[in-house]
C-alpha cells in the first residue's frame, strides 16, 4: 500500500487530506503516481495546476524522478510559507 | 538541541535563559522572533491558521539545525513553530542559538530561519474581509536561502 498525503491549498481543493492506495502496475516514481492522480479528472486536476508542487517521499524532499515504492509514504504540498 | 512545533505559546525571555543555563562556555545567545502581521498584501487580516505535516515537521527542523551545527560553532539551539489558530501579534516562531562567540550565533539563527522558510513544511492561511487565501511563496525567501550556498 501507499500513503498519500495532500497539504494546505491542495489539500481543500482536493476534498481529503489522505488516502491509501495500492502500488498500481507500471507505477516507479513520483512523476508516474502524480500523472496517474492528475488522470483520475476533476478536482485531481488541481494537482497539475499547483504552482511550482512540491513532493515528499517517506518525509523527504523528492524530485519527479524519485523512485516510488510499495509502503512509501508519499505527500504532496503547495510551496510551503512557515516561518 | 530543542524542537517543538506546538500551539501553545513560547517565552523568549525563558528559552534565552534555558539554554544557557549552568553554563559557562556559551559567550553569545543570538534569538529571532517571527510575528503574525495585522495586514498583508495590503489586506486586513483578522486571524491566521498555521498548518504543518506532523513529523516530517520536527525532522525537517532537525535537519536545518544540523546543517547549521555543521556550518558554525552552534553549542545549542532551540526552534519552537507554533500552529494553529493565530492572531496578528501572536508570536510564530523562535529560533535561540547559543555560540561561543557572536557571529557564529547570528550566522546560524539567520540560517536556520531563511532555510525554515523555504523547506521546512508549514502553510499558512490567513483570514481577512474577503474571506480565507493561502499565502503565496514568496521569491525573496528563495532568494535568501539561496545566499548562504556561496
Redesign the interface.
Known amino acids: 500500500m501507499l500513503k498519500i498525503l495532500y497539504f494546505a491549498g491542495l489539500r481543500e481543493a482536493l476534498g481529503q487530506s489522505s488516502e491509501n492506495m495500492a502500488l498500481p502496475a507500471g507505477i516507479g516514481s513520483v512523476g508516474q503516481l502524480h500523472a496517474h492522480l492528475v488522470a483520475r479528472g476533476g478536482a485531481w486536476t488541481a494537482l497539475a495546476r499547483t504552482k511550482n508542487l512540491r513532493v515528499a517521499v517517506n518525509q523527504g524532499m523528492a524530485a519527479m524522478d524519485a523512485p516510488v515504492e510499495d509502503g512509501d509514504e508519499v505527500a504532496f504540498f503547495p510551496p510551503v510559507t512557515g516561518g | 538541541m530543542k524542537i517543538c512545533v506546538q500551539t501553545e505559546d513560547f517565552d523568549l525571555g525563558a528559552e534565552c535563559a534555558a539554554i544557557a543555563r549552568g553554563r559557562t562556555d556559551i559567550g553569545a545567545v543570538a534569538s529571532f522572533v517571527?510575528l503574525v502581521r495585522g495586514a498583508n498584501d495590503g489586506g486586513g487580516i483578522s486571524r491566521m491558521t498555521?498548518?504543518?505535516?506532523p513529523?516530517?515537521t520536527e525532522?525537517?527542523l532537525a535537519e536545518i539545525v544540523g546543517q547549521a551545527r555543521g556550518r558554525w560553532d552552534v553549542m545549542d539551539a532551540t526552534v519552537i513553530?507554533r500552529v494553529g489558530a493565530l492572531r496578528p501579534g501572536d508570536n510564530?516562531?523562535l529560533v535561540v542559538v547559543a555560540s561561543a562567540h557572536r557571529g557564529d550565533a547570528f550566522a546560524a539563527c539567520e540560517f536556520i530561519?531563511d532555510y525554515?522558510?523555504?523547506?521546512?513544511?508549514?502553510?499558512?492561511?490567513e483570514e481577512t474581509a474577503e474571506g480565507g487565501r493561502?499565502?503565496?511563496?514568496r521569491e525573496s525567501d528563495d532568494v535568501a536561502a539561496e545566499k548562504w550556498r556561496a
Open positions: 517571527g498555521l498548518e504543518h505535516y513529523g516530517m525532522k525537517s513553530h510564530i516562531v530561519m525554515l522558510k523555504t523547506r521546512a513544511p508549514f502553510w499558512k492561511k493561502w499565502v503565496d511563496a
